[in-house]
T-cell receptor, first 113, second 111 residues
C-alpha cells in the first residue's frame, strides 16, 4: 500500500508569482485535505476535496485554490504569492467511509522571497 | 486564536523521566487524534480516541480523552531519545471532517 506522495519537496518562489503543489493520495483513499503549517505552529486547514469538489474550506483567501482529479490525486494552487505564504504545505488523504483515518504526506516546503 | 490549546509548548527532560502533554478546548469534539512530527516530515498518527473517558495505551504512551470530550492528555513513561519530536493534538467534529490542530508541544529527551 503506497502512502501519500507530495511534490516538489522544496520550492523557492518570488513574491507575486504563482505556485502549484501536487499530492497523490494513499491507495483506497478518496478524500484529500490540504494544510498550511507555519514554522513553529500546528497545521491550519486550507480545504478538503471529495469527488472532485471542494468540501469544506478554512480561513484562507480565494487566491488559494485546488483541484481533485478522478484518480483522487490533488493540486493546491496559490496565486499572487506573499511572504507570509512561506510554510510547509501538507496533504492528507482519507477514506470518506472510514472514520478518522488520515495519512499525511511529508509536505512541500515553500519559501517566498 | 487556537481552538485547541496545547501545554506546555516545550518540554526538555532526561532519558528515563516521565512526561505529560495536555490538549484543552472549550469545544466538544467527536474525536481527538495525537500525531508526532519530526523535522522535514509530515505528522504521523499515533492514536485516535472517540469515547469520553477513553484511555488507550501504546507501549509507553498512554492517551486519555476527557469525559466531556473537550480535552485530552498524552503521557509518556520512561521517555527515550527516540521520543523526541513535535507532538500535535487534533480534533474533528465528525468523521471525515477537517482536523483542527493544537499549536504543538516540542519534546526533547536528552540521553
Amino acid at each position: 500500500e503506497t502512502g501519500v506522495t507530495q511534490s516538489p519537496t522544496h520550492l523557492i518562489k518570488t513574491r507575486g508569482q504563482q505556485v502549484t503543489l501536487r499530492c497523490s493520495s494513499q491507495s483506497g483513499h478518496n478524500t484529500v485535505s490540504w494544510y498550511q503549517q507555519a514554522l513553529g505552529q500546528g497545521p491550519q486547514f486550507i480545504f478538503q476535496y471529495y469527488r472532485e469538489e471542494e468540501n469544506g474550506r478554512g480561513n484562507f483567501p480565494p487566491r488559494f485554490s485546488g483541484l481533485q482529479f478522478p484518480n483522487y490525486s490533488s493540486e493546491l494552487n496559490v496565486n499572487a504569492l506573499e511572504l507570509d505564504d512561506s510554510a510547509l504545505y501538507l496533504c492528507a488523504s482519507s477514506a470518506r467511509d472510514r472514520a478518522y483515518g488520515y495519512t499525511f504526506g511529508s509536505g512541500t516546503r515553500l519559501t517566498v522571497v | 486564536t487556537q481552538l485547541l490549546e496545547q501545554s506546555p509548548q516545550f518540554l526538555s527532560i532526561q532519558e528515563g523521566e516521565n512526561l505529560t502533554v495536555y490538549c484543552n478546548s472549550s469545544s466538544v469534539f467527536s474525536s481527538l487524534q495525537w500525531y508526532r512530527q519530526e523535522p522535514g516530515e509530515g505528522p504521523v498518527l499515533l492514536v485516535t480516541v472517540v469515547t469520553g473517558g477513553e484511555v488507550k495505551k501504546l507501549k509507553r504512551l498512554t492517551f486519555q480523552f476527557g469525559d466531556a470530550r473537550k480535552d485530552s492528555s498524552l503521557h509518556i513513561t520512561a521517555a527515550q531519545p527516540g521520543d523526541t519530536g513535535l507532538y500535535l493534538c487534533a480534533g474533528s467534529k465528525a468523521a471525515g471532517n477537517k482536523l483542527t490542530f493544537g499549536g504543538g508541544t516540542r519534546v526533547l529527551v536528552k540521553p
